[in-house]
């Protein structure tokens, strides 16, 4: 009798699955690995770019591994995105470079801007898709650890976005022209209050690596600051100027 209520107790028996709990987690780690992430090489992904039908399409952005397989009209044999199957092309989110050298996952040479838009890509699969590993190489070692290149690349897109938040800020100051643009009649600005000029964006070579221009409105007390630019063919006092 006295051990059956031992036995039955329920405190005995959280007590045995905890201690079961530990002894499997002691002695499978790798089980408890395989259940969080799997570590993929590139040989092994480039097995799922949608030519086998049994097994999952997937990709890679900043080493990280997406299950596409519901994309399928899209990442598989015949779709707009199958070059992103099978591989790590993070490069080629921004660069548009869909073929040889452009399909690979180095970073090498984008400006702050583009390595921003592909955190956020990769930000996009985490929502849309499955995330099932990592791909050790360039972005995670062989223990699933961030290496110095994902760190680097996270560390730019973050810079990215806050020379971002502080070129809005500053061009918010400034009020920008209006424009239109049509095929027929081309494009022209104008500003409701002021005068349209051509001004250089300083934070533009920060974050793209280029220099540009936008436009913005001064009153005509303004108009003898450095760096305004008058539109070819405008009038200097004109409100709208033909682009």
């Given amino acids: 009798m006295v051990v059956k209520k031992i036995i039955s ?23 408890l690995l395989s259940r969080q992430q799997r570590l993929f090489t590139a040989e092994e992904l480039a097995l ?12 890679g952005i900043l080493g990280s591994v997406f ?6 009209s899209h990442y598989g044999v015949g779709g707009g995105y199958n070059h992103f199957a ?10 548009g470079n869909f073929t040889g050298d452009g399909l690979t996952d180095s970073l090498r040479g984008l400006s702050s801007t583009e390595v921003k838009s592909i955190v956020e890509w990769r930000e996009f699969y985490f929502r849309s898709y ?3 590993g990592k791909l050790v190489g360039r972005y995670y070692n062989n223990q699933g650890n961030a290496t110095k290149y994902l760190k680097g690349a996270e560390a730019k897109a ?13 061009e918010a100051k400034q009020p920008g022209c209006n424009s239109r643009w049509s095929q ?14 051509l001004v250089q ?39 709208t100027c033909r682009v």
């Fill in 158 to 170: 973050a810079r990215g976005a806050q020379l971002l938040e502080k070129q809005k800020a500053e």
């Fill in 184 to 197: 027929d009649e081309g494009g022209e600005v104008w500003c409701d209050t002021g005068f349209p000029r």
């Fill in 201 to 239: 964006r300083p934070l533009e070579i920060a974050l793209t690596g280029k220099m540009s221009k936008r436009c913005a409105c001064f009153l005509e007390d303004q108009l003898d600051q450095q760096g305004l630019e008058v539109y070819e063919g405008c009038d200097y006092l004109a409100q």
């Fill in 67 to 72: 299950d596409v397989t519901k994309g399928k």
């Fill in 130 to 132: 499955t995330f099932v």
């Fill in 9 to 31: 107790s329920p405190f005995v028996a959280i007590a045995v699955l905890v201690t079961l709990v530990a002894v499997i987690f002691r002695f499978s780690p790798k089980l």
């Fill in 48 to 59: 799922h770019n949608g030519t086998d039908e049994s097994i999952p399409i997937l990709l």
């Fill in 86 to 95: 099978g591989r790590d092309a993070s490069r080629a989110f921004v660069s």
